[in-house]
């Protein structure tokens, strides 16, 4: 495997509320992203992290925030969880021979 | 912006039978990736098709990237149980890897 943690794996959380989900690797990998995973719409991508303080916007990003300061660590952060955010969020780190990206194990958020 | 459009959104088969998906873009593409995605499980890579026209095997999985890359295919040949889960395809773009929504396959035994 590609050393990816996230946590927490499952939550369940009421409207207004903040939440915080935790990507993890240990391979020192530069390219970090977060997707959300829907039924009928695939994986689209929030954020993505080059290196330690850079990060920059995907398709979906309204609503969401992301920070690393450390190379190991991607967070992602929901200021005010809406039941739209309920979804299945995956991290991933890109390769570092063809680019092809590792799935963390995925995040399940319920929305209340 | 980049879109990647795949087809058919699901495919239930006979086992023994063969599948295809296909993907294909809005932009040409600098390199195609699939995934498949067990249920309940996370995406795992499976290949990446880079050249006009290049084709590559695993076992009974045939992947084939268009001419005029903006296309791509998946063939699995004689379908198994173990082949059920959702497969993407992935096509890099200018900047970002855009993903299909996906080809879900089910296989009756």
């Known amino acids: 495997d590609a050393g990816i943690t996230q946590s927490p794996r499952h939550k369940v959380t009421e409207t207004g509320t903040p939440v915080t989900l935790r990507c993890h690797q240990t391979e020192n990998h530069r390219y970090m992203y977060w997707y959300r995973q829907d039924p009928g719409h695939g994986l689209r991508l929030i954020h993505y992290s080059y290196g330690v303080k850079d990060t920059d916007k995907g398709e979906v990003s309204d609503g969401y925030s992301v920070s690393r300061s450390k190379t190991e660590d991607f967070l992602l952060t929901l200021e005010s969880a809406t039941s739209s955010q309920t979804s299945v969020y995956f991290c991933?780190?890109?390769?570092?021979?063809?680019?092809?990206?590792?799935f963390g194990e995925g995040s399940r958020l319920t929305v209340l | 912006g980049q879109q990647v459009m795949q087809i058919p959104q699901y495919q239930h088969v006979q086992e023994g039978e063969d599948f295809t998906t296909y993907c294909n873009s809005s932009t040409t593409l600098s390199n195609i990736q699939w995934y498949k995605q067990r249920p309940g499980g996370h995406p795992v890579f499976l290949i990446q098709l880079v050249k006009s026209g290049e084709v590559k095997k695993q076992k009974r999985l045939t992947f084939q990237f268009g001419e005029a890359k903006k296309n791509s295919s998946l063939h699995i040949t004689a379908t198994q149980t173990t082949d059920v889960g959702t497969y993407f395809c992935?096509?890099?773009?200018?900047?970002?890897?855009?993903f299909g929504k996906g080809t879900k396959l089910t296989v009756n035994p």
């Open positions: 992935a096509g890099l773009g200018s900047e970002k890897l855009v």
């Open positions: 991933a780190i890109m390769g570092t021979n063809t680019g092809e990206l590792f």
